[in-house]
C-alpha cells in the first residue's frame, strides 16, 4: 500500500512540476532578456572606449592615430596608437584595452575626419542586435549617437567629438 502512494505522490509532484514550467514559460520573454543583456554589454562597452580614447586624447591632445601617424581611417580600434611622450598601442598596453566585439557585431572600428572622431560597429538588419542598437538610440543625444541601414547591415557610428 505503501509504494501506491509513494507513486500518486510522485505522479503529482511531475504534473505540478510540468504546470509551472508551461506557466514559467509562457509569462518569461527570454527574447526581452537577450535583448537587454546585450544593450547592457553594449552599453558597458561604449563606456571603455570612450573613456580609454578621451584619456588618450587628455595625454597627448590629440585622438588616437595610426601606428604610421596617420588619422584613423576605418581602422581597427586595438591596432591605434596613444601618441604620447612614450607612443602606446590601444591592444592592451599601458592598461588601455578596447573589448573584443559582442556575437554578431563587427569589430570596433575608428574614423577621425576633421574634428570629428567616431567608433564604428555594424550588424545585420532585421536582428535582435539590430533591435538593441534601435533602441540604444534613445539613450545617446543625435550628436553622439548615429545609426544608419541599408540592405542588409546596420550601421553605428558613436561620436566622442563633432
Known sequence: MRQAFS???MLIAIALSGVMAYTVAFYLDTNEISKQNVKTQLQSHFNIITSIILQCKEYSNVFPIQNNGSLASSTLLNTLECNTSTPYLLDGGKGSFIPPALKNFTAYTATQTGSEFYFTTTTAINST???VLIDLNTTFSPNQYVL??????????FYLSR
Open 7 to 9: 507513486l500518486i505522490e
Open 129 to 131: 542586435n539590430d533591435e
Open 148 to 157: 544608419t541601414h541599408d540592405a542588409t547591415t546596420a550601421y553605428l557610428n
